[in-house]
T-cell receptor, first 115, second 112 residues
């Protein structure tokens, strides 16, 4: 099946710094990528929809200036958590939909811890 | 607002038991319903259901969708300890680039 990678898999940063997370579709082109956040023992919460070549669409309550999304190519989307705070600590998961639009393929997730 | 409700929230069974997980939904412009299995990392895809009444099967897992009553079930027969995971149900819209709304999941624990 299709593969989506995320980097880094785990990151620890100090409060006030910015962290960039990359999401890559390795063997297919993805016009749309999704960014999710998952709290412990909770389900995935969609943060934003990232479309190649255009601005991301953010869900209600998600600050676009805090969570910067760039979808520069058909295989890469990045999420930058700016001026991170401890409450931003979470598991961030991306997914990508192939050009046929049938399935969503999830990346392995990035565990962010802000100290 | 789209809504996906899964039940039960958690379930403990013994190896060999059969389990049924439920997912009910309310969504505008329904496109598909998906089931995922999540162990320690990101969810892995199990099934995509778009039509009512057609059972999808993969080994000991099967799933069916009822678009009239707006629910789906996921069955696992002859459970094994490796089936222990969170099972997520998600519903996709046909608009807005097929955004998914996830349920809270059912945590299944299979004891030996």
């Amino acid at each position: 099946g299709a593969v989506v990678s995320q980097h880094p898999s785990r990151v620890i940063c100090k409060s006030g710094t910015s962290v960039k997370i990359e999401c890559r579709s390795l063997d297919f082109q993805a016009t749309t990528m999704f960014w999710y956040r998952q709290f412990p023992k909770k389900s995935l919460m969609l943060m934003a929809t990232s479309n190649e070549g255009s601005k991301a669409t953010y869900e209600q309550g998600v600050e676009k200036d805090k969570f910067l999304i760039n979808h520069a190519s058909l295989t890469l989307s990045t999420l930058t958590v700016t001026s991170a705070h401890p409450e931003d600590s979470s598991f961030y998961i991306c997914s990508a939909r192939d050009l046929r639009g049938y399935e969503q393929y999830f990346g392995p997730g990035t565990r962010l811890t802000v100290t | 607002e789209d809504k996906v409700v899964q039940s039960p929230l958690s379930l403990v069974v013994h190896e060999g038991d059969t389990v049924t997980l439920n997912c009910s939904y309310e969504v505008t412009n329904f496109r598909s319903l998906l089931w995922y299995k999540q162990e320690k990392k990101a969810p892995t895809f199990l099934f995509m259901l778009t039509s009512s009444g057609i059972e999808k099967k993969s080994g000991r897992l099967s799933s069916i969708l009822d678009k009239k009553e707006l629910f789906s079930i996921l069955n696992i027969t002859a459970t094994q300890t490796g089936d222990s995971a969170i099972y997520l149900c998600a519903v996709e819209r046909g608009t807005n680039a097929g955004k998914s709304t996830f349920g809270d999941g059912t945590t299944l624990t299979v004891k030996p």
